[in-house]
Nanobody
Framework: QVQLVESGGGLVQAGGSLRLSCAASGRTFSSYTRGWFRQAPGKEREFVAVITWIGTMTRYADSVKGRFTISRDNAKNTLYLEMNSLKADDTAVYFC?????????????WGEGTLVTVSS
């Protein structure tokens, strides 16, 4: 059974940092694009960041550019999201995903999410 499991969420003060991880099991995702998405209370799910299968290309939402860094370790089948200078607007459930394209519609596998709460 294929599983993506996020961890690392929690409560942090504005200006603080968190590192999210997404561990994959059930198959190897080394050839897949992997990404992070988030959904704030009462809002639609939105794109955060994505990374190609060999990690040579990344894309970020304008709202997180310069503050968040996506990375992956294919040997560990794990995806990461380093989040710095967190703001209250970053409060959301963060989901990791894997697929053959860039956007949410191209993702074939999803985790169940980890909650990030940023207090102002």
């Amino acid at each position: 059974q294929v599983q993506l499991v996020e961890s690392g969420g929690g409560l942090v003060q504005a200006g603080g940092s968190l590192r999210l991880s997404c561990a994959a099991s059930g198959r190897t995702f080394s050839s897949y694009t992997r990404g992070w998405f988030r959904q704030a209370p009462g809002k639609e799910r939105e794109f955060v960041a994505v990374i190609t299968w060999i990690g040579t290309m990344t894309r970020y939402a304008d709202s997180v550019k310069g503050r968040f860094t996506i990375s992956r370790d294919n040997a560990k089948n794990t995806l990461y999201l380093e989040m710095n200078s967190l703001k209250a607007d970053d409060t959301a459930v963060y989901f990791c995903a894997a697929g053959k394209g860039w956007g949410a519609d191209a993702m074939d596998y999803w985790g169940e999410g980890t909650l990030v709460t940023v207090s102002s």
